[in-house]
């Protein structure tokens, strides 16, 4: 099936779903009108250089087959270059305020387009029906001083006494730094293009030691040198926000989650490509937090901390407004290196619900599907009907792990949020459940096939697997699996279940495993 998944004035992104994981074994031919404009082996690609508002006849010829649709451009009502309000373009000169007014001075479907140069800026904001195009050979720089990056206040007094969320930090409204591309209660807004935004943290700026420390401390004042201190910025952050595109760029150097929608709605990121260091802390490359309607389409990660991670805020933002993340669906992704490849939580007392993956491919990260929370989530924080599709994982730690025990926050390693005995179940205690993968395929598994663990007050509840096929890697070192004070380091084991209830296993192929191939605690 051939779909178009992002409609952009001069560009279209289409999607293949032809049961291969991010790209097919030959190269796909795409013709437009009957010419033949791309051969690309993508899965997902898009065509560029369109007219805007124009209907276009694409084909593709696939694998003995040929699959059409017919699909239109978005209008185009003016074209903006920063050059004429005074920016530069030199990759030296401060071009934050021409930049900002041209953002400001574009037209309802006007595009700001950033054409052959590199733009230095601080963070720019960016109001409703405007489109942002970074060419290619182009790029957005991030200016390297802090103090240049704004606060946002965490909430907002609003006028009927409710709050208004405006700054975040991994499920909390504080005071954080503004991103370099803020989208603030804004609809109808589309990123994209060929080039380059990047943030260009580094452990001298937004990753420091001295920076990180202060974070964590519960009396936070101003960094060494009087520097104003909020908690760290993403690269692109939107709230409150509807129908937003991000589409082609590079994303890389974030001083934290590098795309973080929150509170949003119909959001789509197609075709990206998001960088970060492997030691780099928190750089999550797509967090939606608290979004109903999210499509990920032909994204390649390869980040230092979860590549996509699915999020609802912590219980005290839940308490003030509950605002779920629902109707994910994530397709044809490749997913290189990073902590988890697609993970759930641990911040979600809203809860997480209807979440498709499909055609993905996950290399070298240390877990592929991760679901993670603890005591203390919240009775909201629901998890249910999540599906795995046609996933194919190569040299994973662990392709699938569900930990009801893990240790964040500074309470992590208390009793309550590690104890494996049963406790009262609270207001604090989350749920999991309806989870289905079929046509797992792995390759060169270092830890387990699978370690999942309920809580024993609350199993999980409605766990299908069927279809998957595990290989190990040779000469593995042992590991935790996942971050618990409950679990051990283990190499090259089965499927390990503990507190479970409704589960079905079919089709299960492990070969080269240590022990036994499937152990179960407290299970029906």
């Not at 509807?242 to 990121?269: I, K, M, Q, Y």
């Not at 395929?441 to 299908?464: F, N, Q, S, Y």
């Not at 190990?472 to 051990?488: F, H, K, L």
Request: hydrophobic share 35%; with cysteine.
């Amino acid at each position: 099936m051939l779909t178009c998944v992002a409609a952009l004035p001069t560009a279209l992104a289409l999607e293949l779903a032809n049961g291969h994981c991010f790209r097919s074994p030959a190269p796909h031919r795409v013709r437009l009108n009957g010419v033949e404009v791309l051969v690309t082996d993508r899965n997902s690609f898009t065509l560029r250089g369109l007219k805007s508002d124009t209907a276009y006849p694409v084909e593709v010829e696939s694998g003995g087959q040929t699959y059409s649709l017919t699909a239109r451009t978005k209008p185009l009502t003016a074209a903006l270059d920063p050059r004429a309000f005074g920016a530069k373009g030199d990759g030296v000169s401060d071009d934050t305020r021409a930049l900002q007014a041209a953002l400001s001075a574009c037209p309802p479907d006007g595009l700001v387009r950033l054409d052959s140069g590199d733009f230095v800026s601080g963070p720019l904001f960016l109001k409703s029906h405007t489109r942002l195009e970074v060419t290619r050979g182009s790029s957005l720089l991030g200016l390297r001083d802090i103090d240049a990056w704004p606060l946002l206040p965490g909430i907002l007094p609003g006028s009927d006494g409710q709050p208004v969320f405006l700054g975040s930090w991994e499920g909390e409204p504080v005071t954080c730094h503004a991103a370099l591309l803020n989208i603030l209660s804004a609809e109808d807004v589309m990123i994209y293009g060929e080039g380059t935004i990047d943030g260009r943290a580094g452990f001298d700026t937004w990753w420091s030691g001295d920076r990180i420390a202060h974070e964590k401390r519960p009396e936070r004042g101003a960094l060494p040198g009087g520097t104003a201190l909020g908690w760290r910025s993403r690269l692109i952050y939107a709230i409150d926000s509807h129908n937003l595109t991000f589409e082609g760029v590079t994303l890389t150097g974030s001083p934290s989650w590098t795309l973080h929608p929150l509170c949003c709605t119909d959001v789509r990121a197609v075709n990206l490509s998001i960088t970060a260091p492997a030691d780099s802390p928190n750089t999550d490359g797509l967090n939606p937090e608290s979004c109903t309607g999210v499509t990920i389409t032909g994204v390649h990660f390869t980040v230092g901390d979860d590549c996509i991670a699915l999020k609802s805020g912590k219980i005290s933002m839940a308490r003030l407004a509950l605002r779920p993340t629902r109707d994910v669906t994530i397709a044809n992704c490749h997913m290189q290196d990073g902590h988890g490849a697609v993970v759930i939580g641990s911040e979600m007392a809203s809860g997480v619900y209807d979440v498709r993956v499909r055609d993905c491919l996950f290399t070298g990260t240390d877990r592929g599907l991760r679901i993670k929370t603890r005591r203390g989530r919240g009775k909201d924080a629901i998890v249910r009907n999540i599906r795995f599709e046609n996933i194919r994982m190569e040299n994973v730690g662990t392709p699938f792990v569900i930990n009801s025990f893990y240790w964040c926050d500074p309470d992590g390693k208390t009793d309550y949020v590690g104890s494996t005995e049963p406790l009262p179940v609270d207001d604090g205690t989350p749920s999991l459940g309806k989870f289905t993968l079929t046509r797992i395929h792995c390759t060169g598994v270092r830890l387990a096939a699978a370690w999942l663990l309920g809580l024993p007050e609350r199993p999980i509840d409605g766990l299908t697997i069927d279809g998957f096929s595990v290989r190990y890697a040779a000469n593995v070192t042992p590991e935790a699996p996942d971050m618990a004070a409950s679990i051990p380091a283990v190499a090259r084991q089965g499927i390990y279940i503990r507190n479970a209830r409704h589960v079905r296993l079919d089709h299960i192929d492990i070969e080269g495993q240590d022990g036994e191939i499937l152990r179960l605690e407290s299970v029906s």
